[in-house]
T-cell receptor, first 117, second 115 residues
């Protein structure tokens, strides 16, 4: 199957700092990428959907000024957590859809563990 | 609104025995259904999907799932479980008749295969 990478795999930062997470589709072009958040032993919660070259669509309750998403190319999307606080500590997972049809499969990255001290 | 239910938080099965992980869904139109597996501290790995056609879908690692429209179910199965199958399994649905275009995930089922 298609491969999606994330970097870094884990990050620890101080409260008030910003953290950038990269998501790359390694062997396919992804017009659409997704960012999810997962709390321990819980399901994935969609944060936002990003389309290459346009603004991301955020889910209700997700602060767009706090979670900045950039999808500058067909293989790269970034999530920046601005002015991070301890409550932002979580497992962040990106996903990329292979192909342009909505029946195409979404492939997921390995996730990034963010810990805010 | 579309939704997915995984009624069992935990499933235990002995190695070599068949396993079933249950999933039911609710959508307003035709569902597109997916199964993913997650190992500790890792992202989700795609197992299989149902779009249309044969109700029995075969996927990776010997897993299969059966789409049952009348029961609105899409249970994941494997004839003979391996210890390495122990992981967290997620069912997901996408409804293409309405405005929703995103995957909606179930709450997950922790599968433990006992040696």
């Amino acid at each position: 199957g298609a491969v999606v990478s994330q970097h870094p795999s884990w990050v620890i930062c101080k409260s008030g700092t910003s953290v950038k997470i990269e998501c790359r589709s390694l062997d396919f072009q992804a017009t659409t990428m997704f960012w999810y958040r997962q709390f321990p032993k819980q399901s994935l919660m969609l944060m936002a959907t990003s389309n290459e070259g346009s603004k991301a669509t955020y889910e209700q309750g997700v602060e767009k000024d706090k979670f900045l998403i950039n999808h500058a190319s067909l293989t790269l999307s970034t999530l920046t957590v601005t002015s991070a606080h301890p409550e932002d500590s979580s497992f962040y997972i990106c996903s990329a859809r292979e192909g342009v049809r909505e029946t195409d499969t979404q492939y997921f990255g390995p996730g990034t563990r963010l810990t805010v001290l | 609104a579309q939704s997915v239910a995984q009624p069992e938080d935990q499933v235990n099965v002995a190695e070599g025995n068949p396993l079933t992980v249950k999933c039911t869904y609710s959508v307003s139109g035709n569902p597109y259904l997916f199964w993913y597996v997650q190992y500790p501290n890792r992202g989700l790995q795609f197992l299989l999907k149902y779009i249309t056609g044969d109700n029995l879908v075969k996927g990776s690692y010997g897993f299969e799932a059966e789409f049952n429209k009348s029961q609105t179910s899409f249970h994941l199965k494997k004839p003979s479980a391996l210890v390495s199958d122990s992981a967290l399994y997620f069912c997901a649905v996408r409804d293409f008749s309405g405005s929703a275009r995103q995957l909606t995930f179930g709450s997950g089922t922790q599968l433990t295969v006992l040696p």
